[in-house]
């Protein structure tokens, strides 16, 4: 399994560019199910999950043409109405096929996404979307196996705000029939990326971005072309990474305006922080040891609130700053994994409940830690970055999941880090 080598303690400096966003990306590769045209994206950022969703889809019979940020996809002659579990069990978001399967061929078998490092992650409101439109749904050997002559429009009120579910039922009632209202949707950026793609299919969607979508169903849905959003979330761990080595870093490509929780955050930090429509520069002077910060308390919550997907990355920064801050997860049952790897490197982080209490640290140092879950692998290069020292990050295949060249952008921007292909298992 590969690893990084990272000897921390140097400031950041210079210009990145953004790549496309991975929660955009992957539900907006499924809606290409829902029409026999041409689907045509760019902008789509070079990971493991788009590989993985690449993959699944062309198992099922879609055309696709994949070459560096571009995938083209047609799926006129689509035969294999199934995710199976192989691919399921290596991406959750692999459930995003299961809307627009029953809405365009009226049955589908998806195999129930296994547990995950961060939490149960049950999909039981994406099931009960689907009922409620007239989906007839049995859970078989460890498979959701849906069936539907047509779905029909209904009003469907989630238990709580899920953003998957938010999009699979959104592409499952694109081709319903009647209107159907998503109430409690969830309002992220990646829903809005996700509902432009279908109306220039031919959908009719009103209130993407809001907690209220209302989708007209149409008879059939047609081809289109579309560039994906930036990630907000790569473009949140590399604020993070800036504000806690110091330095002075642009980044070409990034929308401020997804990202209003996170830069708020960092401007109580002590980070300064300047954005345009496409840019966002931020700059922290370098005091004593590491760019000393103010301890800021984050609690996540849903968009447009402190994004889960950018804790572990705030609580590196926080294991430096100059007091003590609190962390609460409010999303994910077990999204602190990070926390035991972080005070490895020297860290003083107490869990109670679902809040962690990180007193501030002069600095820290290098030490060999394990990424465990996405977030918390780009929570530990922060952590290195900042350390005195070399450290060594195992399992970095985590990280590959939702991040591009991540040490290519970081070695450009002056950091010492560097990959080893490693062998087996570490
Ligand atoms: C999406 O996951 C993202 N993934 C996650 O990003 C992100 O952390 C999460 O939203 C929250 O923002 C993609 O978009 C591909 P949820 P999702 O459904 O849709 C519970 C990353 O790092 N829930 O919004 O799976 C669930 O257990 C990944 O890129 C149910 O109980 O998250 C969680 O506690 C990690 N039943 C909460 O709701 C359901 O049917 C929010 O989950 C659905 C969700």
């Not at 989708?215 to 993070?240: S, W, Y």
């Not at 007091?323 to 972080?342: D, K, P, Q």
């Not at 290069?381 to 070399?390: D, K, P, S, T």
Request: one cysteine or more; charged letters at 20%.
């Amino acid at each position: 399994m590969d690893r990084f080598l990272i000897a921390g303690g140097e400031p950041l400096v210079g210009e990145v560019v953004v790549s496309g966003a991975k929660n955009a990306s992957l539900p907006i590769l499924c809606a290409s199910l829902l029409t026999g045209e041409t689907l045509q994206v760019s902008n789509v950022p070079r990971l493991r999950d788009v590989s993985t969703t690449v993959k699944l889809l062309r198992q099922m019979g879609v055309q696709i043409e994949h070459a560096g940020e571009s995938v083209t996809l047609s799926a006129h002659s689509v035969e294999r109405l199934e995710a199976p579990y192989d691919l399921v069990k290596t991406m959750r978001a692999s459930i995003l096929v299961l809307g627009p399967l029953l809405a365009r061929f009226g049955e589908a078998r998806v195999s129930l996404p296994g547990g995950c490092g961060i939490g149960a992650r049950p999909v039981d409101q994406h099931i009960k979307g689907l009922q409620a439109m007239g989906a007839a749904i049995q859970i078989e050997q460890g498979y959701i196996i849906a069936r539907a002559k047509r779905l029909k429009g209904a009003r469907i009120v989630t238990d709580m705000v899920t953003v998957t579910g938010t999009e699979n039922l959104m592409m499952a009632a694109v081709l319903a029939d009647g209107e159907t209202v998503l109430e409690n949707a969830a309002r992220e950026p990646e829903i809005v990326d996700l509902a432009e793609v279908l109306v220039a299919m031919g959908a009719r969607i009103r209130g993407a971005g809001t907690d209220r979508i209302v989708i007209e169903g149409v008879a059939r849905l047609g081809g289109a072309k579309h560039r994906v959003m930036p990630d907000r979330i790569e473009t949140g761990t590399f604020l993070c990474a800036v504000a806690a080595t110091g330095g002075d870093v642009t980044l070409r490509g990034a929308r401020a305006s997804t990202l209003d929780a996170v830069i708020e955050k960092l401007l109580e930090a002590g980070a300064g922080i300047e954005s345009a429509d496409d840019w966002v520069r931020v700059r922290v002077p370098r005091t004593s040891g590491q760019g000393r910060l103010r301890p800021v308390n984050i609690r996540t919550s849903e968009y447009p609130a402190f994004p889960t997907d950018m804790q572990a990355q705030f609580m590196a920064l926080n294991c430096v700053a100059h007091g003590t801050s609190r962390v609460t997860e409010t999303i994910f049952e077990n999204r602190f994994m990070h926390v035991a790897e972080l005070n490895r490197l020297g860290a003083d982080i107490e869990i109670e409940g679902n809040t962690a209490i990180i007193k501030g640290a002069d600095g820290l140092s290098g030490a060999s830690v394990m990424a465990t879950d996405l977030r918390a692998s780009a929570g530990l290069v922060i952590g290195a970055l900042i350390a005195q020292g070399e450290t060594t990050i195992d399992r970095i295949y985590h990280l590959d999941r939702g991040y591009e060249l991540m040490e290519k952008k970081l070695s450009a921007l002056g950091a010492r880090i560097r990959r080893v292909a490693g062998s087996g298992q570490s």
